[in-house]
């Protein structure tokens, strides 16, 4: 792995990720390259799939922003326009986010000698045959290998059998200032009463969030809390058949799809409570933009989350799958708002004092340097 050092001055970054639609890597992407932005750095978003929202999002900055549409083509054609772009741009660093980009991105970094700085954001996408063969032999070809959590880094270093001196943790940060107060966006505008009690989730509409099992558990929250309200932002292969199952369930009038958001920062502080049901995560964005809000939040405990929640200090965990204890969750803070301000609060100081946006981009940019942190 090239170890050569980039000097103190305003780099060009190239970051690859998979689409221009809201994810969370993606997110986390545009999070970095705006902030680099305003630091006086050049950046460049390419996504390897399609356009969507936040393309628009880093043109109204200043950064160039390409799809490749890999879904409408060739691989090898995906890789030769992402070549021209690496040599036409000429970045001091490749900033990759999942395996998936990481391959296609090895040939451009080789082919003109840019080093990658690669990040990923969850381990069971490489816990398959084809990510414990590929990722070993990817990863001789970068320069760091970032995990946001711990328990990811391990993955690849005890089971992948990754170097650990090029493995490092670097943790999702969030921009504070955006979650500091309430926006243009009021409760009516969302159809929500001023009385209404309201959980909120931003996830994917995929299987691994598990949706399904949040909708369940919320068949008892509503029994148990007048005018309970849940707002699920995102959009995904599951989209139609959740609005399916929620109508199945008799909850068409008490979840409320909003589709794919760009005003997420807008929406949280509208809610009471956050909600996050996954099978899997890395380091959840959402957690942290939902605690930066003042949000108590309430999640499976899986991946990353028990770096997030001090249970009965900031949030509740349960068992991934446990509908049952999410209800009651949920429900124990929609009915104590007091309880859930004091827990919201505790979150807020959380999020401040450990994942503030500045640090993680300044670990970033000493790796993109060759440093070590």
């Known amino acids: 792995m090239s170890q050569s050092s980039v000097p103190a001055s305003p780099l060009r970054i190239l970051h690859v990720v998979?689409?221009?639609?809201?994810?969370?890597?993606?997110?986390?992407?545009?999070?970095?390259?705006?902030?680099?932005?305003?630091q006086g750095h050049a950046n460049m978003v390419v996504a390897l799939e399609h356009d969507g929202p936040l393309s628009g999002e880093f043109r109204s900055a200043g950064i160039a922003a390409h799809a490749l549409n890999r879904g409408e083509g060739s691989m090898l054609g995906a890789m030769y326009r992402l070549f021209r772009l690496v040599r036409e741009?000429?970045?001091?660093?490749?900033?990759?986010?999942?395996?998936?980009?990481l391959f296609h991105a090895v040939p451009a970094?080789?082919?003109?000698?840019?080093?990658?700085?690669?990040?990923e954001h969850e381990f069971w996408s490489l816990d398959t045959a084809k990510g414990r063969l590929l990722m070993p032999f990817l990863a001789r070809f970068c320069r760091w290998?970032?995990?946001?959590?711990?328990?990811?880094?391990?993955f690849m270093e005890q089971?992948?059998?990754?170097?650990?001196?090029s493995l490092v943790t670097v943790g999702n940060g969030i921009d504070i200032r955006r979650f500091s107060g309430t926006g243009a966006l009021r409760r009516a505008d969302l159809g929500l009463g001023d009385d209404d009690r309201v959980a909120v989730i931003v996830a994917r509409l995929e299987p691994v969030k598990n949706h399904q099992m949040l909708l369940r558990a919320w068949q008892q929250v509503v029994r148990e809390v007048a005018g309970a309200k849940l707002l699920v932002a995102g959009t995904g292969s599951l989209a139609e058949p959740l609005r399916d199952d929620a109508a199945a369930l008799g909850l068409a009038d008490s979840v409320y799809f909003l589709g794919p958001r760009r005003d997420v920062h807008e929406i949280l502080p509208l809610a009471d409570v956050a909600v996050l049901s996954s099978c899997d995560e890395g380091l959840p964005l959402f957690l942290l933009e939902a605690m930066a809000a003042g949000l108590p939040v309430v999640s499976t405990r899986v991946g990353g989350v028990p770096r997030l929640i001090s249970e009965g200090e900031n949030g509740h965990m349960v068992a991934e799958g446990d509908e049952q204890a999410l209800a009651r969750a949920v429900a124990g803070l929609l009915k104590d708002p007091s309880r859930a301000s004091r827990m919201g609060m505790a979150g807020r100081r959380r999020v401040?004092?450990?994942?503030?946006?500045?640090?993680?981009?300044?670990?970033?940019?000493?790796?993109y340097r060759g440093g070590k942190l």
């Open 352 to 367: 401040e004092a450990a994942y503030d946006l500045d640090a993680a981009v300044g670990r970033y940019l000493d790796l």
């Open 18 to 38: 998979y689409s221009f639609g809201i994810g969370g890597s993606e997110t986390v992407a545009r999070e970095v390259a705006l902030r680099l932005g305003e």
């Open 159 to 165: 089971r992948l059998g990754l170097p650990g001196k």
């Open 145 to 154: 290998i970032t995990a946001v959590n711990d328990e990811t880094r391990l």
């Open 89 to 101: 741009f000429r970045p001091h660093a490749l900033h990759t986010h999942h395996m998936y980009m």
């Open 109 to 119: 970094a080789v082919l003109t000698r840019t080093p990658i700085v690669h990040t």
